[in-house]
């Protein structure tokens, strides 16, 4: 059986799932996988530095953990080759200049990245989706043990329909590190599937995510952190300003299996609605089989406080500048992890 | 909201792990057909209607699929052709102790309900089985107007109040386990309070299985009328037989204009006993509904206490303690619907894992375009005592426009070691540290019980912890 046949027999998301619990996931899926058939391998770019260490690799597609499989197995069948980075030992770019890896595509795309983290490097990646139709991206970051990598997800949409299905796998090994930021503008519609997993002692993961919608927009972020291992750190935050008539949802799961004693792991989802029309979906939820551990969760849904709205305006600063002030602090708490230096330069 | 009066009363039963041979008039076999409603409609003397209506239940029932997408695995264990769904005595409802047949009588002098009644009631509804076995309500609340019956005799005597509000809080079709309850309901509570009436002492409800195989349907519908106050107490137990039990029930709150309703919960049945129950309070302008639950028993719980907060201003509240021992799955959480502006709901549940026992809190918070200036807060801590204890936390929050505000927090942890080596640094034995530390835990929202529950629950879990710690 062929990989583009192989999709039929898999379920397609739909509303029983609780992963694709909101909105039409269905009619978006659906619409994807129509449009892949005719969807192009997309391109890479990047610096000459990373192209020399970079090769196609046909690897197999990943398996989707979270809802998407038909679509993986379709994207496996257009874009049979991922583009492949093996980072050696040694400092690659920096928080100030970063390595840039651009997927441009100038219609309908599929791409595959796998990225591998050897032991001993520090990795610092920009990576950058720019599409005006529909890209789907295959994404597989793999740090090995005592490896670094800190990675920034920029999703450009080109005009006003262009979608965006981002179906990521991240694998943490042993006394590795990993920072991974994502943001999103401009795109129609666009969905995050993220599963990152610590499979060794001493790792510590940093899932972060900081977007601003606005028209009739929707951003649709499901986000799994597994636990295999002892002794390990994941903290996860998601925050959203919602404007206009604009949709998020933030699906979270941390899931601690009982061989991950002495785990520490957070989530947090917070959206900030300016809109009457705006609207947010957020499920953190937790599944923790060890006892050692300490797991938390948390989520907001609330509106500016008027408190802080009246204090700068009475300190003379127009209203508009205000909303503008705050929603840039609100998303600067999340941008500072990744980046202290420069916060508000990664929006 | 009234208190209940402080009494010290005598120790009862809590666990009702006994049983007495069985002695019923009346008895359906196994299984849900058609022809067992028309035995249950002709036991009871069942209108045409009711019968008709039970019918399409049935129908939805066989139609809607099981929840088997979300709800823990255990669910498909229950056999629904294995289950007896109606067993009743000959003439139920009495309204004298002196009256019920000895065993029945035996049953709840043993757990300690005549007790409670003198002691401090306004009103008990003692099911046993399919049925009630006596029902009481204090002369003065009758004279006032205050209706305490069970739903055969609402539906006969009191239809006019009874029928406007019967499932519609919780529909027919709502889900499988509604649709069951429509179909194959008998006994629970109907309750009335007329407008301006507040009660200062509690109604008590106590389910009692006594038959093995027996499926418990019970409906209660409580309707508070504008500006009334009442406090409905429900308790339940079973013996333990190697069989599954099945307790399906449904509960309806209608809290009309300023009325305040507080439906407490203390569930502790055998551990045969499949526990799904739909607790739905429909909150108008200015009401306040509030469910406080406890959870102790049965082999699968899945009860999810809510509030639609219709009106302006309305108030929900759900507190929520459950504790998971080996092999148990208590699955509970609570779900708001903010469908008016001003309205303010609170979320508070604590649960323990024991053993192997599987603690989760599945929760909704939903704020409605028209539910501007709304207002939430959900709370879950879960404390996990061994290696193979399982908790899970889903909660669902929707929030539409920019005016209401929504705030969630939930945390899982063990006992502090530390805390533990101090209290058994001062001479205390390590079952008693973690008894203390439990209790600890759960001690605020134990508190929100009535005095009699909250000196019941502790020294259940002191003996939990005796058990499990050793």
């Not at chain 2, 009862?12 to 196994?30: I, K, L």
């Not at chain 2, 409609?41 to 399409?56: M, Q, V």
């Not at chain 2, 009535?450 to 058990?467: N, Q």
């Amino acid at each position: 059986m062929t990989t583009t046949s192989q999709h039929s027999t898999v379920p397609f998301p739909d509303r029983r799932n609780e992963d694709w619990r909101f909105g039409a996931p269905l009619t978006h899926a659906r619409a994807f996988a129509d449009l892949l058939p005719g969807a192009a391998p997309a391109a890479w770019q990047t610096d000459p530095a990373v192209a020399r260490i970079s090769h196609p690799s046909s690897l197999a597609p990943l398996p989707s953990s979270i809802g998407s499989a038909a679509l993986v197995q379709l994207a496996a069948a257009r874009a049979p080759y991922a583009f492949r980075i093996s980072f050696p030992a040694g400092e690659w770019g920096c928080a100030e200049t970063p390595l840039v890896l651009r997927c441009t595509a100038q219609s309908d795309a599929v791409a595959r990245l796998h990225v591998e983290v050897l032991p001993g490097a520090c990795v610092h990646l920009a990576e950058e989706h720019t599409c005006p139709g529909a890209l789907l991206c295959l994404r597989f970051y793999d740090v090995h043990p005592g490896a670094s990598l800190f990675v920034h997800l920029r999703e450009h949409g080109v005009g006003n329909t262009s979608r965006a299905l981002n179906i990521s796998h991240l694998l943490c090994a042993a006394g590795s590190h990993l920072r991974h930021l994502t943001t999103h503008s401009t795109h129609l519609w666009a969905r995050e599937e993220t599963t990152a997993e610590i499979l060794a002692p001493d790792a510590n993961l940093l899932l972060l995510s900081a977007n601003r919608l606005n028209a009739d927009r929707w951003l649709d972020q499901h986000l799994r952190q597994i636990h295999h291992a002892p002794g390990s750190e994941s903290l996860a935050l998601y925050k959203n300003v919602l404007e206009d008539s604009s949709t998020a949802i933030f699906a979270g799961n941390i899931r601690v299996l009982p061989t991950a004693q002495d785990t520490y792991a957070y989530l947090a989802n917070h959206n900030l609605l300016l809109n009457p029309a705006a609207t947010a979906h957020s499920l953190p939820s937790l599944e923790i089989s060890a006892n050692r551990v300490r797991c938390s969760h948390g989520s907001t849904c609330a509106p500016p406080d008027p408190a802080q709205l009246f204090y700068l305006q009475s300190r003379g600063i127009p209203l508009p500048v205000t909303y503008s002030l705050l929603t840039t602090a609100f998303l600067a708490e999340v941008l500072s992890r990744f980046s202290p230096a420069r916060p508000t330069e990664l929006l | 909201m009234p208190d209940a009066p402080r009494n010290s009363l005598p120790p009862a039963d809590t666990c009702g792990n006994f049983s007495f041979p069985e002695h019923h008039a009346f008895d359906a076999g196994y299984g849900l057909t058609e022809q067992t409603i028309d035995y249950i409609c002709s036991a009871k003397g069942e209108p045409d209607w009711l019968r008709e209506f039970r019918k399409t239940a049935l129908r939805r029932f066989r139609e809607l699929p099981m929840p088997t997408h979300w709800a823990p695995p255990e669910i498909s264990r229950i056999d629904f052709d294995a289950i007896r769904y109606y067993l009743a005595a000959p003439a139920p409802g009495r309204k004298s102790w002196e009256d019920v047949p000895a065993d029945v009588k035996r049953t709840f002098e043993r757990l300690g309900v005549p007790q409670q009644e003198r002691a401090f009631l306004a009103g008990v509804d003692a099911q046993y089985d399919s049925e009630t076995a006596y029902n009481s309500l204090r002369d003065d609340l009758a004279r006032k107007g205050v209706i305490f019956t069970n739903s055969t005799e609402a539906l006969t005597r009191y239809e006019s109040v009874f029928r406007p509000w019967f499932g519609k809080v919780i529909p027919m079709g709502d889900n499988k386990f509604s649709a069951l309850n429509h179909a194959a309901f008998s006994g629970g509570s109907f309750i009335y309070v007329p407008p301006g009436v507040k009660l200062s002492a509690p109604l008590q409800a106590y389910f009692r299985i006594n038959a093995e195989n027996l499926g418990q349907f019970e409906r209660t519908l409580i309707i508070a009328d504008a500006g009334a106050e009442l406090v409905y107490m429900e308790g339940c137990t079973a013996p333990r037989y190697s069989s599954a039990t099945l307790h399906s029930g449904v509960v309806e709150l209608v809290a009309l204009p300023g009325a305040k309703i507080q439906y407490v919960t203390v569930q502790n049945w055998a551990t045969n006993v499949y526990n799904l129950v739909i607790q739905r309070g429909l909150a108008m302008e200015d009401a306040q509904i509030r469910w406080i639950d406890c959870n102790l028993g049965s082999a699968l719980t899945m009860k999810y206490p809510a509030v639609i907060l219709r009106g302006r201003r309305a108030r929900g509240e759900v507190v929520s303690i459950s504790i998971a021992r080996d092999g148990q799955v208590q699955d509970t959480g609570a779900r708001m619907l903010h469908a008016a502006p001003g309205t303010t709901s609170n979320i508070i549940a604590k649960s323990i894992s024991i053993g192997s026992g599987r603690a989760i809190y599945r929760g909704e918070v939903s704020v409605q375009n028209n539910a501007a200036a709304a207002r939430n807060h959900t709370e879950c801590d879960a404390l996990l005592l061994n290696a193979r204890s399982r908790t899970d936390t889903y909660p669902a929050i929707t929030v539409h426009g920019d005016s209401s505000a929504v705030q969630h927090e939930a945390s899982v942890s063990q006992v502090d070691e530390e805390m533990l080596f101090y209290m058994q640094q001062r001479g205390l034995t390590r079952p008693r540290a973690m008894s203390l530390a439990v209790n600890g835990f759960i001690n605020d929202l134990v508190n929100e019980f009535p005095m009699e529950y909250s000196v019941e629950l502790r020294s259940l879990i002191d003996l939990e912890m005796e058990k499990s710690v050793g």
